[in-house]
């Protein structure tokens, strides 16, 4: 079965510098991976996804994520932080082979930016 | 265009009431899912629908019932509302997940049961 883990449940950052946020993944097939950002009190929406093209994905408001198979990660980053990226980011895994299969949430990453 | 509406935004419940939350999309997704989430769990699917007058059970289904007889709708039922069942609960639809589609996430509802 699959399963998300984010490796930090919280990570801090001064406005301008670089955000990580880590996502290890374990999926029995070739899986299709997302980041979704959730403001608070808001819904989520999708910041970016992989579906088996270019493991190099670019997602809006500035963020990337690189799909490493050998590593079973796809992190994100984004090279210089705004205080309006403080939000929780949670990674996501679905498997291609299981018609009607929900996702599969990482328990989330609260990211704090200061000035 | 709305996308994904829920209703209500919040409610508070007595122990052993019932009450239906209401999903509702216009984007003509055969897809729809209901999750909760907690702190520190992530979301959580409680049951999904694959089109009209299908339904599933997903990870935490235990005391929630769920309906589509419409398309655009997903109603999800509380029969005997409990504690434990204080969360916020999201809806989202999408096309096929099979093929990567992204879900469409509703704004939440939040609920206490006391």
């Known amino acids: 079965a699959q399963s998300v883990t984010q490796l930090d449940s919280h990570v801090s950052v001064s406005e301008g510098t670089p955000v990580l946020l880590r996502c290890n993944y374990s999926?029995?097939?070739?899986?299709?991976l997302f980041w979704y950002v959730q403001h608070p009190n808001k819904g989520l929406q999708l910041l970016l996804k992989?579906?088996?093209?270019?493991?190099l994905v670019k997602g809006i408001n500035g963020f990337e994520a690189e799909f490493k198979k050998s590593e079973t990660s796809f992190h994100l980053t984004k090279p210089s932080a705004h205080m309006s990226d403080a939000a929780e980011y949670f990674c996501v895994v679905s498997e291609a082979n299981q018609a009607g299969t929900a996702l599969i949430f990482g328990k989330g990453t609260t990211l704090s930016v200061s000035s | 265009n709305a996308g994904v509406t829920q209703t209500p935004k919040f409610r508070v419940l007595k122990t052993g009431q019932s009450m239906t939350l209401l999903c509702a999309q216009d984007?003509?997704?055969?897809?729809m899912y209901w999750y909760r989430q907690d702190p520190g769990m992530g979301l959580r699917l409680i049951h999904y629908?694959?089109?009209?007058?299908?339904?599933a059970k997903g990870e935490v289904p235990d005391g929630y019932n769920v309906s589509r007889l419409k398309k655009q709708n997903f109603l999800l039922g509380l029969e005997s509302a409990a504690p434990s069942q204080t969360s916020v609960y999201f809806c989202a639809s999408s096309r096929d997940p099979t093929l990567a589609y992204e879900q469409y996430f509703g704004p939440g509802t939040r609920l206490t049961v006391t």
């Open positions: 999926s029995s097939y070739s899986p299709s």
């Open positions: 984007m003509n997704h055969e897809y």
């Open positions: 992989y579906t088996s093209a270019a493991t």
């Open positions: 629908s694959v089109g009209e007058g299908t339904t």
